[in-house]
């Protein structure tokens, strides 16, 4: 898969795994039991600083590894989850194991970076959110820096609901806030920022869509590096998602992109795997 073989530091992570699809496998009714089971599991992947190409987060992203079959990918339940309301069960599951991650890597004596969880909106705008999410923080003796949260912009479309509210809270207590899927053909990029400036969010993830859109011929990008250039004027942190290439990645450093993610470093792997970024900074990018 072409997609896949970007010139990576670390393309021996590259393992690939069939993905089912949960409704051909009648596994919706599963769901339930399959949380009380263990079957889900998290895949980490790094968040590199272009400044000096050190991990400074990583984003935690779900998977469900049935006893059956190959890991099923969330594009293949979160919605379900959603409609039928176990989201919060399991994003609250995964905001747990996340933070008893972090606790194990600080006991092995690794590098400890905030962790990003995902969180839906339906999760986000309950009344309840930030008292069991802070209960569960300091039950595992963490800080509000040791995870960022993930909101996408359905948060706030969905009228009168307790998201900002919720959110500035978690703000206010030093929680990482990031939007999203940025540019992700749901509204123009750049006239979405503004709005986006009053939002209680400080950084922003543009969507791999956005940045799949890089040419090596500069005028092609400039929609997309002054959306850069724009955000890091509102004082927002700017993270470029499913970076591929180098060609992006020399593209996002001229523009003054803070940090990037993608398959160019790391594919999101299993924690065995992750910890190799939590010792080191990487080795210099190839030209
Ligand atoms: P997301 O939060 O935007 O996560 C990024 C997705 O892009 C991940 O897919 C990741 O594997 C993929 N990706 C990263 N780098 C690259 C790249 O260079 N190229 C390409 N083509 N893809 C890349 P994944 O893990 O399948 O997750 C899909 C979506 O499922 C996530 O999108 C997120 O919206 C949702 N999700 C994942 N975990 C959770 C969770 O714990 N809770 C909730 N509510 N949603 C989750
Ligand atoms: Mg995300
Ligand atoms: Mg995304």
Same mark, same amino acid.
């Given at each position: 898969?072409?997609?896949?073989?970007?010139? +990576?530091?670390?393309?021996?992570?590259?393992?690939?795994?069939?993905?089912?699809?949960?409704?051909?496998? +009648?596994?919706?009714?599963?769901?339930?039991?399959?949380?009380?089971?263990?079957?889900?599991?998290?895949?980490?992947?790094p968040i590199i600083?272009?400044?000096?190409?050190?991990v400074v987060g990583l984003e935690?992203?779900?998977?469900?590894?049935?006893?059956?079959?190959?890991?099923?990918?969330?594009?293949?339940?979160?919605?379900?989850?959603?409609?039928?309301?176990?989201?919060?069960?399991?994003?609250?599951?995964?905001?747990?194991?996340?933070?008893?991650?972090?606790?194990?890597?600080?006991?092995?004596?690794?590098?400890? /970076?905030?962790?990003a969880?995902?969180?839906?909106?339906?999760?986000?705008?309950?009344?309840?959110?930030?008292?069991?999410?802070? =209960?569960?923080?300091?039950?595992?003796?963490?800080?509000?820096?040791?995870?960022?949260?993930?909101?996408?912009?359905?948060?706030?479309?969905?009228?009168?609901?307790?998201?900002?509210?919720?959110? =500035?809270?978690?703000?206010?207590?030093?929680?990482?806030?990031?939007?999203?899927?940025?540019?992700?053909?749901?509204?123009?990029?750049?006239?979405?920022?503004?709005?986006?400036?009053?939002?209680?969010?400080?950084?922003?993830?543009?969507?791999?869509?956005?940045?799949?859109?890089?040419?090596?011929?500069?005028?092609?990008?400039?929609?997309?590096?002054?959306?850069?250039?724009?955000?890091?004027?509102?004082?927002?942190?700017?993270v470029?998602?499913?970076? =591929?290439?180098?060609?992006?990645?020399?593209?996002?450093? /001229?523009?003054?992109?803070?940090q990037?993610q993608?398959?160019?470093?790391?594919?999101?792997?299993?924690?065995?795997?992750?910890?190799?970024?939590?010792?080191?900074?990487?080795?210099?990018?190839?030209?």
């Amino acid at each position: 898969n072409s997609k896949r073989s970007g010139r +990576g530091l670390y393309s021996f992570f590259d393992t690939s795994l069939n993905t089912v699809s949960i409704q051909d496998l +009648g596994l919706e009714q599963r769901m339930p039991s399959a949380i009380a089971n263990n079957e889900f599991i998290l895949h980490y992947q790094p968040i590199i600083r272009l400044t000096d190409f050190r991990v400074v987060g990583l984003e935690a992203l779900i998977r469900w590894q049935h006893p059956d079959y190959h890991l099923v990918y969330p594009s293949d339940f979160i919605k379900t989850a959603e409609d039928t309301d176990l989201i919060t069960t399991l994003d609250n599951w995964v905001l747990e194991a996340a933070c008893q991650q972090i606790v194990k890597w600080r006991s092995a004596g690794l590098k400890v /970076v905030p962790v990003a969880v995902n969180v839906s909106p339906v999760l986000l705008k309950s009344k309840k959110y930030p008292d069991l999410f802070f =209960e569960t923080l300091s039950r595992n003796q963490l800080l509000p820096e040791n995870i960022t949260i993930e909101v996408t912009r359905t948060a706030f479309i969905e009228g009168k609901n307790n998201v900002i509210e919720n959110l =500035e809270i978690f703000l206010s207590k030093g929680v990482r806030i990031s939007l999203d899927n940025f540019g992700n053909g749901n509204g123009n990029g750049i006239s979405n920022l503004n709005r986006i400036s009053s939002l209680p969010i400080r950084t922003l993830k543009i969507d791999r869509r956005f940045i799949q859109k890089i040419r090596n011929n500069f005028n092609d990008n400039s929609i997309i590096l002054s959306t850069i250039v724009l955000a890091k004027k509102l004082n927002l942190t700017v993270v470029a998602t499913g970076i =591929e290439t180098h060609e992006q990645l020399v593209n996002l450093k /001229v523009a003054g992109c803070d940090q990037v993610q993608g398959y160019f470093f790391s594919r999101p792997v299993p924690e065995r795997q992750i910890r190799e970024f939590l010792i080191s900074p990487l080795r210099s990018i190839p030209a």
